[in-house]
Every structure is written in C-alpha cells, then in structure tokens.
C-alpha cells in the first residue's frame, strides 16, 4: 500500500478556504476590505489637509509675533523720542530765554516725530491682532479636522476588528464612527 501525500500550492489553497467558507463571511470581509482602503484615503487626504491648514496657522502665529515685535520696537522708539523731548524741555526751562531758541526747535521736532512714530507703533499692533484673529480662525477647522481623522482610525480599527471576528454589529459601529469622522472633516472644509 502506498500512500501518496499531496501538497497544495498556496493560491489552490486559498481557493479551496474561500470555497469551504459561508458566502456571508466572504462577502463580509469584502466589505470590510473595501470600507477600510476608502477610509484610509480619505484619512490620507484629511491627515495633509489637516497638517496644511496647521501650516498655515503656526504661519500667521509668526506674523502676528513679528508684528508686534516691530510695534514694541516702535513704542520703544516712541520712549526715546519722549524722554529727548522732555530733556529740551528741561533745557528750555533752564536757559536763559535767549538762548532756548534751538532747544524749542528740537521740542517742535520731537513732537512731529513722537505723532508719526505713534501712528506707525498702532499700526502694526493692527496688523498683530489680525494675524492673531487669522490663526485662531485657521485652529478652529484644523481641531475639527484632527476629531475627524480620530474618528475615521477608529473606524478602522471596529473593521479590523469585524474582518477577524466576524461581528456585523462592530462593522455598524465602525459606519458610524466614519460617518463621524466625514461629517467633521466636511464642517472643517467648509469653515477653512
């Protein structure tokens, strides 16, 4: 008596799995398969959507730093000015009235040079406080965005889950994590 001892190629026996397996299992973990790839792409597309828009926040952050660096600049400037106004004051106090005519120049001066370096110093807090209210409007999609792609990881770790144990229920839940994680990624879209 011989017996032969037959080996199958490992295509031949997946064929023979996916033949012996119910048809709902099979189809199931299609579904599974696919749900998971479009979710992954769509996290794809709103994880660099996400690191853009924080691009774009951190950004304006700096502008409005820079800003009002320039604008304490200016106000420091505006001091200095003051401070040599107060000393020709000073100056024209303590001279005879003869010779206080050059130091009341410098009064008239300063004092032109104080109203344009104050109007500059306003200015760029302005432009602060608009890159300020820019940024912060740019964090508010971006959160929203960062829940959404929380949700749509979630999503696909209840499929993961489903595929090995075969539960509909958790492919529900994992639906609806997703529809949670577009829901918010499409808000995001539309606030950014």
Do not use: C
């Given at each position: 008596?011989?017996?032969?001892?037959?080996?199958h190629a490992p295509?031949?026996e997946?064929?023979?799995l996916?033949?012996?397996?119910?048809?709902?299992?099979?189809s199931?973990?299609q579904?599974?398969?696919?749900?998971?790839?479009?979710?992954?792409?769509?996290?794809a597309?709103?994880?660099?959507?996400?690191?853009?828009?924080?691009?774009?926040v951190?950004l304006?952050?700096?502008?409005a730093v820079l800003e009002?660096a320039?604008a304490?600049?200016?106000?420091?400037y505006y001091?200095a000015?003051?401070?040599?106004?107060?000393l020709?004051?000073?100056?024209?106090?303590?001279?005879?009235?003869?010779?206080?005519e050059?130091y009341?120049?410098?009064?008239i001066?300063?004092?032109?040079q104080?109203k344009t370096?104050?109007?500059?110093?306003r200015?760029?807090?302005?432009?602060s406080t608009?890159?300020?209210m820019?940024?912060?409007q740019?964090?508010?999609?971006?959160?929203?965005?960062?829940?959404?792609m929380i949700f749509?990881?979630i999503?696909i770790?209840?499929?993961?889950?489903?595929?090995?144990?075969?539960r509909v229920?958790?492919?529900?839940?994992?639906?609806?994590?997703?529809l949670?994680?577009?829901g918010l990624?499409l808000?995001a879209?539309?606030m950014?």
């Amino acid at each position: 008596m011989s017996e032969s001892l037959h080996t199958h190629a490992p295509h031949e026996e997946a064929a023979h799995l996916a033949a012996e397996s119910p048809a709902h299992k099979h189809s199931l973990s299609q579904w599974v398969a696919i749900f998971t790839a479009l979710l992954a792409t769509i996290g794809a597309v709103v994880s660099y959507q996400g690191t853009h828009l924080m691009n774009e926040v951190l950004l304006a952050k700096n502008e409005a730093v820079l800003e009002k660096a320039k604008a304490t600049d200016q106000w420091n400037y505006y001091q200095a000015i003051s401070t040599k106004e107060h000393l020709m004051q000073l100056a024209v106090d303590l001279t005879p009235q003869k010779q206080a005519e050059p130091y009341q120049k410098e009064i008239i001066k300063y004092t032109s040079q104080k109203k344009t370096v104050q109007a500059e110093a306003r200015q760029l807090e302005q432009l602060s406080t608009a890159a300020n209210m820019r940024s912060e409007q740019l964090n508010r999609p971006h959160n929203d965005m960062a829940i959404a792609m929380i949700f749509l990881q979630i999503a696909i770790s209840l499929a993961s889950v489903t595929a090995l144990t075969g539960r509909v229920w958790l492919f529900g839940m994992a639906m609806l994590s997703a529809l949670g994680g577009v829901g918010l990624w499409l808000v995001a879209l539309g606030m950014s």
